[in-house]
DNA sequence: ATTGTATGCGAGCTATCGCTCGCGTCACAG
DNA sequence: CTGTGACGCGAGCGATAGCTCGCATACAAT
């Protein structure tokens, strides 16, 4: 922020200035979000844009990280919540916490991950795998598992693959309801935690 | 393309503008690969740059789909000559090959994924997964598995899971050798398609 | 050789876009 | 009421980048 909106009339156009580039960036897409044209949807000038934000880069950033951060505490709060039930039942919630929170503006989600280079969401989804890796490590480590793994790694293939199985379920529409997805997913966690060593394919 | 280039010499410009602008992307990022740079990069003018290309969005395009074209036959040629051993031997074989399919080229695909808007790769990123999820799928409904579970569905989370898991790793440089990604996709796979009802939570 | 065509050049046109700056207006303090 | 600073405006600057066009050169066919 260049300048702190000191007035109630000012504080109120910053509001403006996000809602509308918000708007522009869904309605529109990522290359119709110039300034001049997020100030114009916003009912006001250029000049009085760049009054409160230092450049172009700074009102997408507060977009993108008002969504996200709601996005990652939803989740982290849901995970949370849980520790301490059986296995299925933290990863049910978590994901299904997940699902809620990314479906909430589906749009705005379609646009960040689609039209967006990704390096905007990067640092901010590593936050996230990183907060929700820390809890699930724990758990981990304090179930008796196979000594020869590692529960980092294993914390680390879980959080990804829930992550990017909800995020493209919600881009995607594909053909399996919610709680299809959630059975599935639940399925693929308990049994990779649970598999014995290597070579037992189980029973094929 | 605008013009077929007919002689020799002109066919030797065009793989040197592609050249180019893979250096120039791979070297300076998305940011300054305009047509000038890479045009300056190849040692050539603007205007010949124009000559065989209609515009800069297509000079990108063959950059990217030689890269991920590679990639997607030598993944599907992996599967294809796997599909009718074990389960296991498969998947390990699959992954292997999207792993070294992935790091042939490091810097370009952490460009593509990190920098360019990911519009650019989702068409033919959903056309590997397709082709390989087809495969899977028939894979998959020839065994004898849960009834009440859809062979679509789960080649859906395999494919998803594999292909971000690998994707990541050599993005990301984590804390996991490629053995130990490897032994894990394996252990993920498995376990996923051998658990039992919903609600059996396996040896826990 | 000559002629038609493919090739290649590079200055620069055009359009866009991020951003600024000088000026008028409004709100609140004294 | 009045003055001072916060607020807001919008034309337009400066820079960039995609792309073109008229011309010179190299090649190939006759």
Chains 1, 2 share one sequence.
Do not use: C
Not at 61 to 89: F, K, N, S
Not at 119 to 126: E, I
Not at 167 to 180: H, T
Request: hydrophobic share 45%; no cysteine.
């Amino acid at each position: 922020m260049r300048k702190v909106p000191r007035q109630e009339r000012s504080r109120r156009m910053v509001e403006r200035i996000v809602t509308a580039g918000r708007e522009v960036l869904v309605g529109s897409g990522y290359d119709a979000f110039s300034t001049n044209r997020v100030a114009a949807a916003a009912g006001i000038s250029p000049g009085s844009l760049y009054q409160y934000f230092p450049d172009k880069a700074a009102v997408l950033d507060v977009i993108v990280d008002r969504y996200w951060d709601e996005v990652a505490d939803r989740v982290a709060a849901a995970l949370a919540d849980r520790v301490g039930e059986t296995g299925p039942a933290m990863v049910r919630a978590t994901a299904a916490a997940a699902l809620a929170a990314l479906e909430t503006d589906r749009a705005l989600l379609r646009v960040i991950h689609e039209d967006l280079p990704p390096r905007r969401l990067a640092a901010q989804r590593r936050a996230l795998e990183q907060r929700v890796r820390q809890l699930l490590t724990a758990v981990l480590t304090a179930r008796p598992g196979d000594p020869g793994r590692s529960p980092d790694v294993q914390a680390w293939v879980i959080v990804l693959a829930i992550e990017n199985l909800t995020l493209r379920w919600v881009l995607d529409e594909p053909g399996a309801d919610r709680a299809q997805l959630l059975d599935e997913i639940v399925h693929l966690v308990t049994g990779y935690v649970s598999t014995a060593q290597l070579g037992d394919p189980g029973p094929d």
